[in-house]
């Protein structure tokens, strides 16, 4: 029985959950103001857009909601993010040992595997992801991550919980598409093998923050769309009404509002849970 439980405990798969897992708890706390910023900035009037900078609306919620404001939408964020990242890096890691015999991944590759790993941890998440986009708006006072879905199941369905999900998966999954094909090719590149290994997580951090600006820029539009769709779900019952409102109301510079905060979001924890994330494979013996 105790080898039994040894060894599911110490499944390979489990040890990649469990790093993707702390590695996302770690991001997430840090860099939960910016996404809470590029949410509020997404989501202003047209008629104030012009006044309301990043750093403007920084000042302004650390003066109207104290500087905790900031974390506002963190519990969801938890919640999302700790089994979300977990789930991302150990579907990551399935499939490179069904599909990569010892090897690394070619570009094309990358993409898909990227993809399809983020595909599956976004629908598996997105309920506590409507929850969270709606705590960071401000415009909703759920008491709780649980009362909060309750409420939206209640009040608007299966369809309210899963809202957004295309433009969810059109954001994310390029995103961990192209952010892993950059990746990893930029490592290539790198002469790993002549650096000490207390550069490595240097090393990692830089490809991590080259690979998360060009793929944060590619997918800005979509996360645009989605933050409008989970806040309005019986507005926009398709995407393209939220794209056409979207064009309507704030031309084509409206789908890269809120761009800046979430690039240096995603861009600086992408780069830190992956940074992270090998490490604690290393030191549990697997190759990430």
């Not at 192209?178 to 490595?200: G, N, R």
């Not at 769709?229 to 084509?252: E, H, N, V, W």
């Amino acid at each position: 029985m105790e080898d039994q439980v040894e060894t599911v405990v110490m499944h390979p798969v489990l040890k990649a959950f469990v790093c993707g897992s702390i590695s996302g708890t770690c991001s997430t706390l840090l860099f939960q103001p910016l996404d809470l910023l590029k949410t509020r900035l997404q989501t202003l009037q047209p008629a104030g857009s012009s006044h309301a900078g990043m750093v403007t609306l920084l000042f302004r919620v650390v003066r109207t909601e104290s500087l905790l404001g900031l974390w506002k939408g963190v519990s969801p964020s938890f919640a999302r993010c700790i089994p979300g990242v977990g789930i991302y890096f150990s579907t990551l890691y399935m499939m490179k040992q069904n599909f990569l015999v010892d090897r690394s991944p070619t570009a094309l590759e990358s993409v898909f595997l990227g993809a399809t790993a983020r595909a599956v941890s976004g629908i598996c998440m997105l309920p506590v992801t409507v929850v969270k986009t709606r705590y960071e708006s401000g415009r909703f006072g759920y008491g709780s991550v649980y009362g909060a879905l309750k409420n939206i199941y209640e009040t608007e369905g299966v369809r309210g919980m899963f809202s957004g999900l295309t433009a969810t998966l059109l954001r994310d999954a390029p995103f961990s598409g192209i952010y892993l094909m950059f990746y990893t090719q930029t490592k290539k590149l790198t002469p790993q093998d002549q650096l000490e290994p207390v550069v490595m997580p240097l090393l990692n951090f830089g490809c991590g923050i080259f690979a998360g600006i060009l793929a944060s820029l590619a997918t800005q539009p979509a996360d645009v769309i989605k933050t409008h769709m989970q806040l309005s779900p019986q507005k926009y019952r398709r995407t393209s009404q939220a794209i056409a409102f979207i064009y309507k109301d704030f031309g084509l510079a409206g789908f890269f509002r809120g761009g800046v905060p979430r690039a240096l979001r995603r861009t600086l924890m992408a780069a830190m849970a992956w940074t992270v994330y090998e490490q604690m494979m290393e030191k549990m013996g697997l190759k990430s």
